[in-house]
């Protein structure tokens, strides 16, 4: 025969899928009526901004590295995007590619939250696409040697050699910096193959599982900068001038993290009062 | 440290990569004396590792219940990559442990696995381990289940646990966002769960989930007690030393950092 | 005999590829040789992928000719959806040279791709707070501390925490920047060492995963 539970071990012992609706309900609440507040720019993403405008020069040769999916596109895409307004802000050209298979659904969703910015460049002169190389550390090492051995010709089939913005760019010493989206091990590769042998400044867009992941990177000045998650991505967008949509997921991450402290409170008080009687 | 460019020196070695070449021969050095020492016959002892010595409880545990019990490692990367193939291997060999306790206990194991090079390789490792224990005739191919991609991999995953319910669920290798939702997951159907990984993004969601843990190196460390390969075990008390080594380091550096002394960096710049 | 022959010709291939890694990165920097294996190396990475391709078909086929309960039909719709796709995107290729030109490509990636694929994603969520709910408790000292950081960590991220209280952004970046970062590093220097004690056990062929034995054989 059970037990009759207290009402403090029912607390401690609430079913998930509670927890699952109000969640799913909060989330709702600030895609409704938003719900702002200011948003203070962390040390890495200043960094980050900072670097990108210290750094480049009309002119220079950046890389912009797709390695998420279009399931990430929600934390890295806003501060892919802010990133790439950015470097064409400061004039730079822009090499576009990437480690996923569905990277060519991330390259066109970057033109079209940039759509502004891009209407005014030509495609082969400001900026290029080539496309997908494989989701391994050879081929970014190999990249740094000779970007034509991985790349003969761009995503569309026009060979290097009569793009214009390709012509005098084949290998990690012709690229001034490289930002790399990703959401696992992508970074590292481009940290081992291009910033240690090279000195290629590199920069992390990520997830938020990563932030700390490659925080020690950070810190010891191997990364230049870095973007953690959907708050980067506002972070991002604060400074470049142009709340979107990173600003406005905010208002749901300041609902899911008061509702996770109010359930951590509430599993504790349960635990607590509870001890007594399980003792 | 920047590498050499084609106008410089006539240097051995290239600039800024010296001590990493000394680091490097050094290791080689410990590991291969170690791993000789080991075919020699010198023991070479593990800690026991709390993860492992629960594994038979939760091989036990489905023996009582009549639940099946699940494996899987995780689709962080293929054999080959230098990252992610040491757990993947890592963690087949723990699934060969498994696998014979549960041919022991005649448990039903089911092996989830998204990679389609380590297959063979997981085939044999089953195929061996009821062999072993003189139950060929209870393997089957059909104990592996191979799914391509993350998100079907995720979701077969937990629509297995909502069908078959396993008592056990031991995830253990290299993961990517997957490790939160199966160990939640198998929370929901109350499963024991035992987990694995050196991923250091993915640690935090498997101690939250799971009742045992094996945390970056004791995975490999697991999977060396379990197979007792010297060679493995040798190369475990030659990376223990490198650590020693290390932390001398550190606390020289920390040191000479106070009296604001750079010999230390520059040596290490070489 | 073949068997040997095959094991013998994989570490050695192993084995001559590692020590030119080797001669390059320290000694040469930039190596035509070096260049060559590791475009080989690439092309066949790509292989790979028709590898898995090609595996994940013929498992599906076996669960069709066997009738597998409960999954077979299942098979037969990977199978639709794989031709679909491939020929669709094939035929975008060849007319354009770009898969995403043919509109049922462009469709099947633009809307269930993307949208199931953003779903499960986001399934972390909610798993995620679940997890914190069942496990963030303060059993012990060490639960405490970890709960305390963790709930400071949390409010860092959301602006509501320097709403709340101007102190919180201030210690949960402390955390961030500073108290984790140790215990990374740690992690990062065991990954690098297991890292080289896989590949020196590779380099001399004892690594017998590697090579696609089973160990203790």
């Known amino acids: 025969m059970s037990e009759e539970l207290t009402f403090w071990e029912k607390l401690a012992r609430i079913d998930r899928r509670v927890f699952y609706w109000i969640l799913f309900i909060g989330l709702m609440i600030p895609f409704i009526r938003p719900i702002m507040f200011p948003i203070s720019i962390s040390p890495s993403t200043r960094d980050l901004y900072e670097g990108i405008i210290e750094m480049v020069e009309p002119g220079d040769v950046v890389v912009m590295n797709i390695a998420f999916g279009v399931s990430a596109w929600p934390e890295c895409m806003p501060a892919f995007a802010a990133c790439t307004k950015l470097l064409i802000k400061e004039g730079a050209k822009i090499i576009f590619w990437g480690a996923y298979y569905d990277v060519d659904l991330s390259y066109e969703e970057v033109l079209r939250r940039c759509e502004d910015y891009f209407k005014d460049l030509k495609y082969g002169e400001d900026y290029v696409y080539l496309g997908y190389y494989p989701y391994q550390e050879a081929a970014v090492a190999q990249l740094a040697s000779s970007i034509r051995s991985i790349f003969e010709t761009d995503n569309y089939g026009t060979p290097l050699d009569e793009i214009p913005m390709m012509k005098n760019v084949d290998k990690a010493t012709d690229i001034k910096l490289v930002l790399s989206g990703d959401t696992g091990d992508v970074c590292d590769y481009y940290i081992r193959q291009w910033r240690i042998p090279y000195g290629v400044p590199v920069a992390e867009i990520g997830i938020a599982m990563l932030g700390s992941s490659y925080m020690p990177f950070y810190k010891s000045g191997v990364l230049f900068g870095m973007s953690v998650g959907v708050r980067g991505g506002a972070e991002l967008e604060k400074l470049i001038g142009e709340p979107g949509e990173a600003t406005i997921r905010m208002g749901a991450i300041n609902i899911s993290h008061i509702l996770v402290i109010i359930a951590v409170v509430l599993a504790n008080i349960g635990y607590f009062a509870s001890r007594g009687r399980r003792r | 440290m920047v590498g050499k460019r084609e106008e410089e020196d006539m240097a051995i070695i290239v600039s800024g990569r010296g001590m990493a070449l000394v680091i490097l021969v050094l290791s080689y050095i410990l590991f291969y004396i170690f791993m000789y020492l080991g075919r020699k016959g010198r023991e070479i002892p593990v800690r026991t590792l709390p993860p492992m010595a629960a594994i038979p409880e939760g091989i036990g545990r489905a023996a009582e219940m009549g ?151 004791e995975l490999y460390a697991a999977g060396a007690s379990i197979s007792k390969d010297p060679d493995i075990l040798g190369c475990l008390r030659g990376e223990d030393i490198m650590k020693f080594i290390l932390i001398a380091l550190m606390i020289i550096g920390f040191i000479l950092g106070f009296a604001r002394n750079p010999a230390l960096i520059n040596v290490l710049r070489w | 005999m073949a068997e040997v022959l095959r094991r013998e010709v994989v570490y050695l291939i192993t084995a001559i590829v590692t020590i030119l890694m080797f001669i390059e990165f320290f000694f040469i920097g930039t190596w035509n040789v070096a260049e060559e294996l590791r475009t080989w190396a690439t092309i066949i990475a790509n292989i790979s992928i028709a590898l898995g391709a090609v595996r994940l078909l013929a498992e599906h086929a076996k669960n069709v000719q066997r009738r597998r309960a409960g999954v077979w039909p299942f098979s037969i719709w990977l199978w639709i959806i794989f031709l679909v796709t491939l020929l669709s995107g094939l035929a975008g290729y060849v007319i354009k040279q770009d898969a995403m030109t043919n509109p049922l490509y462009n469709w099947l990636f633009t809307w269930p791709y993307t949208s199931l694929g953003q779903t499960l994603y986001a399934i972390t969520g909610f798993y995620i707070f679940s997890a914190a709910y069942r496990a963030f408790r303060a059993r012990n000292i060490d639960a405490a501390l970890l709960l305390i950081a963790g709930c400071f960590v ?57 090579y696609g034995e089973v160990a203790g054989e």
């Open chain 3, 154 to 210: 949390i409010l860092t991220n959301a602006p509501i925490g320097g709403v709340i209280w101007s102190g919180i952004p201030v210690i949960g970046r402390w955390f961030l920047d500073y108290g984790q970062v140790p215990g990374m590093r740690c992690f990062l220097i065991v990954a690098a060492f297991g890292m080289l004690a896989y590949g020196f056990r590779a380099l001399l062929g004892r690594e017998r995963g590697f």
């Open chain 2, 67 to 217: 639940r099946p019990v699940m494996f899987t490692p995780g689709i962080a990367g293929d054999l080959n990559d230098p990252t992610q193939g040491p757990q993947v291997l890592a963690a087949i060999s723990i699934l060969g442990y498994i696998a014979r306790e549960c041919a022991r206990t005649g448990v039903k194991l089911d092996v989830f696995m998204p990679i389609p090079t380590a297959l063979p390789l997981t085939e044999e490792t089953l195929r061996t381990a009821y062999m072993a224990e003189g139950k060929p005739e209870e393997f089957s191919p059909d104990m592996i289940h191979f799914i391509a991609g993350q998100s079907p991999y995720l979701t077969a995953v937990l629509g297995y646990f909502q069908r078959e319910r396993p008592a056990t669920n031991f995830l253990i290798g290299g993961f990517y966002y997957e490790s939160v939702v199966m160990g939640e997951g198998g929370n929901t159907i109350g499963a024991f769960q035992i987990g694995g990984t050196a991923n250091t993004h993915q640690m935090p969601f498997l101690v939250a989930t799971c009742d045992y843990v094996l945390l970056a190196e």
